[in-house]
């Protein structure tokens, strides 16, 4: 359940109304307590696929895949599917015959392609050809057992494959991509197929023989997106140019020209629809500017009305999907939202919010302000969450620019404010690209943006902490070559101090201006500070870069650091040497780290490809404590998670990746 703070007309609860995060949610095992939000990922894909009218199946990027067999009133997160390690992949799209709707295959991040039979409930094996990496597929519209794929290249160019066997095994038909945005079969027409290579200025690529042979078109623009082919039409086809803005081209004649059209839509322009039952009616999903209708085959859109601003804060639309059209009712129209999917069943003169059971938000921070609520910064969803009760969350990022709250990287919380908060984000439109900070200070109803940089914007944020026994004292961890800043005024403004590449910050919990940093890049090391970053001591190299440091809060002698490729290192003489303290740690790359506050020799590590795991000897060993969920949702080839410990019930850790799990330790 949410309700969210907008634009300042909704009040936060007050820190004496707050119980805190004690949810009665089970023991030994963690269970999903994330908010029921988050978009579904469409745009290399299909946003919404449907057997028959009720059934309906998607997919979340990081949030996994959802089915629902009442029309989105309810979803359930597909468990079956898991690469052979246990983990859940990245989903980049789907892709669903026509011929046998019940056929879907899935593409994913860096493990292949896998088919389903039975309309997502189960999956078979994943499989990918070496050295390639799949990102988007099509099926042939008679054939269930024939799907083409593109890959993105790995030490060689990308390509086309098909496979007859239904993704048992594909056999390369080229053409060589740079980066590719797609791959389309002409629903109509299985000999027509469309590759796009969006490297740059681009190329549409055209086989009217089943992929045997192409013809080259130079791109009306840059950066094209996947080719949109009309339902009964071949030769027609719309392609998303440039990147912020973007703009809609058409052609006529299978991409030997375009002409630009779309006169009315906003610059992001995420996803395309033809109404099944009048192709002439199109639909175009324009983020946070909301979902728009051209009934005049794409020359000229206007906007839906059914979905206002508060629909629409954060990511806003990302997918538009229709149901067939029968006898007896209009199609359904799904829209894919940052608050989840909405539902029309009157052609978008109204929409509800059908997201029971959703949790697929894309976490990149967690944090536990001094109320005791919990906070969930997210990316391609609606913004900045805030807990309320046991599941229930509050948007509190309203009043942030939706392209802000649509990429919030990191967050940090007051240790004596309850309603002073920063948030760490990315810029990405037309005016702007990077990282940027806010600030509030009354909970989110309204926002301030503070001034960072050093001699160019940040690119991102990675993290943001303010210090435990300062107020006052916030460090900035940016990604790029200015690396540290720190504020000494709570946020208000920054200096920038340390001009190297930074991956991870620890704090001394009674001395803020002790801190540990390591280094990313080339030369990855740890450094120690003993005035606030002002000067940095070098404390040693390490063999790959460090993801996460924590501090022994009554030993300051002993310093545990995560690595990005590996397992657990310690210090137990203050940084001057660090020795391996990985025994009984499974997985490849340490996520995140914790210190239990009451009880320092005890810790949590989140392995990939592990789960859970604690140590209640300072990390001389380790022992798994889930392998369940925590395993199944440890996969993250790039980007951030969270991690926190509720200090007043430090039984309770919270996993932020694919939604938010809750564990209880035993």
């Known amino acids: 359940m949410i309700r969210w703070i907008f634009l300042g007309l909704a009040v936060a609860p007050t820190a004496s109304a707050w119980t805190g995060l004690n949810w009665t949610m089970g023991s030994g095992a963690s269970v999903d307590v994330g908010p029921e939000a988050g978009a579904t990922f469409g745009g290399l894909g299909q946003a919404f696929l449907f057997r028959g009218r009720d059934e309906v199946l998607v997919s979340t990027l990081r949030g996994g895949i959802y089915r629902s067999l009442n029309s989105g009133q309810d979803w359930v997160r597909s468990g079956g599917f898991r690469n052979p390690r246990g983990m859940e992949p990245w989903i980049l799209g789907l892709c669903q015959s026509r011929a046998a709707p019940h056929v879907v295959y899935a593409v994913t991040y860096h493990e292949g392609i896998a088919v389903s039979d039975d309309f997502g409930e189960t999956w078979g094996p994943l499989f990918q050809p070496i050295d390639r990496n799949f990102v988007s597929c099509d099926v042939d519209p008679f054939m269930p057992k024939v799907v083409y794929a593109v890959t993105l290249p790995f030490s060689f160019y990308g390509s086309l494959f098909k496979s007859i066997d239904g993704g048992r095994s594909f056999t390369d038909l080229g053409p060589p991509l740079i980066e590719a945005s797609g791959v389309s079969v002409a629903p109509g027409d299985s000999s027509r197929i469309y590759v796009v290579d969006g490297f740059d200025r681009g190329v549409l690529y055209v086989s009217s023989d089943g992929g045997h042979s192409f013809r080259s078109f130079r791109s009306p623009g840059f950066y094209p997106s996947k080719a949109y082919v009309h339902p009964t039409e071949e030769d027609t086809l719309f392609l998303f140019i440039d990147y912020a803005p973007q703009f809609l081209f058409r052609s006529t004649d299978a991409g030997a020209s375009f002409s630009q059209v779309g006169v009315g839509l906003p610059w992001m322009l995420n996803a395309l629809e033809f109404d099944p039952d009048d192709p002439s009616v199109i639909y175009v999903a324009g983020g946070s500017d909301g979902l728009f209708r051209s009934t005049d085959a794409g020359l000229t859109f206007e906007r839906v009305g059914g979905l206002g601003d508060s629909e629409l804060v954060g990511i806003g639309a990302t997918g538009v999907s229709m149901t067939a059209a029968d006898r007896e009712d209009l199609p359904r129209l799904y829209v894919s939202t940052g608050l989840g999917p909405f539902r029309s069943d009157d052609a978008g003169v109204t929409f509800s919010l059908v997201h029971n059971g959703f949790r697929a938000a894309e976490v990149n921070d967690l944090a536990i302000d001094a109320a005791g609520r919990l906070l969930i910064a997210t990316q391609n969803s609606a913004g900045l969450f805030r807990s309320i009760g046991p599941r229930e969350y509050e948007v509190i ?192 790359r340490v996520l995140g780290l914790i210190v239990d506050p009451v009880q320092p020799m005890r810790l949590f590590v989140w392995m990939r490809g592990g789960g859970l795991f604690r140590s209640d000897d300072g990390a001389d060993t380790w022992t798994a404590v889930d392998i369940g969920e925590t395993l199944r949702r440890s996969t993250l080839p790039s980007g951030l998670i969270g991690f926190a410990i509720d200090p007043r019930d430090p039984e309770r850790i919270y996993l932020g990746n694919s939604s938010v799990l809750q564990f209880v330790n035993q």
């Open 397 to 588: 990022s309203g009043t942030l620019p939706n392209n802000a709250a649509a990429t919030i990287q990191a967050i940090a919380t007051s240790a004596d404010d309850p309603e002073m908060y920063a948030v760490g984000v990315q810029l990405n439109n037309p005016d702007e690209f990077g990282g940027a900070v806010f600030r509030t200070t009354n909970g989110g109803r309204s926002w301030f943006r503070v001034t960072i940089g050093g001699f160019q914007q940040p690119y991102g944020i990675r993290r943001m902490r303010f210090a435990p026994s300062d107020p006052s004292r916030l460090y900035v961890v940016a990604q790029g070559t200015d690396g540290l800043f720190r504020s000494d005024d709570g946020g208000q403004s920054f200096r920038l101090l340390v001009r190297r590449a930074v991956s991870s910050i620890a704090i001394d919990p009674d001395n803020p201006d002790l801190i540990y940093i390591a280094s990313a890049g080339l030369d990855p090391a740890i450094f120690k500070s003993v005035d606030g970053g002002e000067t940095i001591q070098l404390m040693g190299f390490v063999w790959d870069y460090v993801n996460t440091i924590a501090l022994d809060p009554t030993r300051p002698e002993v310093i545990y650091a995560g690595m990005y490729s590996g397992s657990m290192i310690r210090s137990l003489d203050g940084g001057e040497s660090f020795a391996p303290a990985g025994v009984g740690l499974t997985g490849d």
